[in-house]
């Protein structure tokens, strides 16, 4: 079965400093991985894509992840965090033998302080 | 991307009332789906809408609880019967535009029965 797993629940960084969240897959099939931001009522904001091509991914916001299929990762990085990062953020796998459907993680709550 | 606007964008109903939530976008979608994201917790894919014909629905959601419309390629109709309180959820509409494209979701619904 198909399953996203993002191992760290919350993560409290201090602003400036830099950020790796974590996401493992397990998926039957070659997975589109995405990430999504959600700050506190508001819907889901697509950060960053991947399809095929560069393991490498720049998105929005200055965050990149990093596809590794040896490890089935997808781990999301930015170098310097802004307090306006705070939010939740959601891994998500899908694929076109699904049907385009989303998987997604549990999500990590980022914290920032000042 | 898409303006994809869900109304209500929230609401408070009685227990055993049901509430219908349209999703309305401002182009033509391929792709329509409604996730459910409970308090505290990830989403969850309710059901694919398909144009003209029954929606597809993924494991532990039914019609009867969760009849779904979607007439065109711009909007579609989630309805939650007979509610109860753990039917208390944020309900979100997402689009995409095929295959190897990534899906938009809408603000979201927040439920809360009563």
């Known amino acids: 079965a198909q399953s996203v797993t993002q191992p760290d629940i919350h993560i409290t960084v201090s602003e400036g400093a830099s950020l790796e969240l974590r996401c493992n897959y397990s998926?039957?099939?070659?997975?589109?991985l995405f990430w999504y931001v959600q700050s506190p009522g508001q819907g889901l904001q697509l950060l960053l894509k991947?399809?095929?091509?560069?393991?490498l991914v720049q998105g929005i916001k200055g965050f990149e992840a990093e596809f590794k299929r040896s490890q089935s990762s997808f781990n999301l990085r930015k170098p310097s965090v802004h307090w306006s990062d705070a939010a939740e953020y959601f891994c998500?796998?899908?694929?076109?033998?699904?049907?385009?459907?989303?998987?997604f993680g549990a999500g990590t709550i980022l914290r920032v302080k000042s | 991307s898409a303006v994809i606007s869900q109304k209500p964008s929230r609401d408070i109903c009685q227990r055993g009332t049901s509430l219908t939530i349209q999703c309305q976008v401002d182009?033509?979608?391929?792709?329509m789906f409604w996730y459910r994201q409970q308090p505290g917790q990830s989403l969850t894919l309710i059901a694919t809408?398909?144009?003209?014909?029954?929606?597809?629905?993924e494991s532990g959601f039914v019609i009867d609880k969760f009849p779904i419309s979607r007439p065109n390629l711009t909007f579609s109709t989630l309805t939650v019967s007979n509610m109860s309180p753990e039917d208390s959820s944020i309900y979100l509409c997402?689009?995409?535009?095929?295959?190897?494209?990534?899906?938009?979701f809408g603000q979201g619904t927040r439920l809360t029965v009563v």
């Open positions: 991947y399809f095929s091509g560069d393991t």
């Open positions: 997402s689009v995409s535009w095929g295959w190897d494209t990534e899906a938009f």
């Open positions: 809408a398909n144009q003209g014909s029954e929606a597809t629905y």
């Open positions: 998926y039957g099939a070659t997975p589109y």
């Open positions: 998500a796998v899908g694929a076109r033998e699904y049907g385009n459907k989303l998987v």
């Open positions: 182009s033509q979608v391929t792709m």
